[in-house]
């Protein structure tokens, strides 16, 4: 029970996405927290038109695991708007890899 509730508590944001535990399970989702912006701003870019073609290159191996080869050249390009994006791959690349996978 007191899982559930700190999960509740942690995920009760209306912008929390499901995957946050996941990824950041030591951390609360706070909209103003530099992973949960970087997330949005990635979401928000994998919905777009453009964010879709990275989308539908995900692989699905044998053994269920999900992958996506991205091409880093190509996304810098495409995310010329999310200039944390690539500050965050050149300085904390484990933290930003967390939220491309959360977003």
Known sequence: PRQLDRERATTSA???PKSWQTYFSDVSFDYND???ELTSSITT???SNVGQT???E???SDDCTISVAIDYERLKRFTSDIPDLHAALTCAPLECMACLRCA
Request: aromatic share 14%; proline share 7%.
């Open 54 to 56: 990275f989308v539908k």
């Open 58 to 60: 995900v692989h699905l």
């Open 34 to 36: 530099r992973r949960a």
């Open 14 to 16: 209306p912008s929390c």
């Open 45 to 47: 870019f994998l919905m």
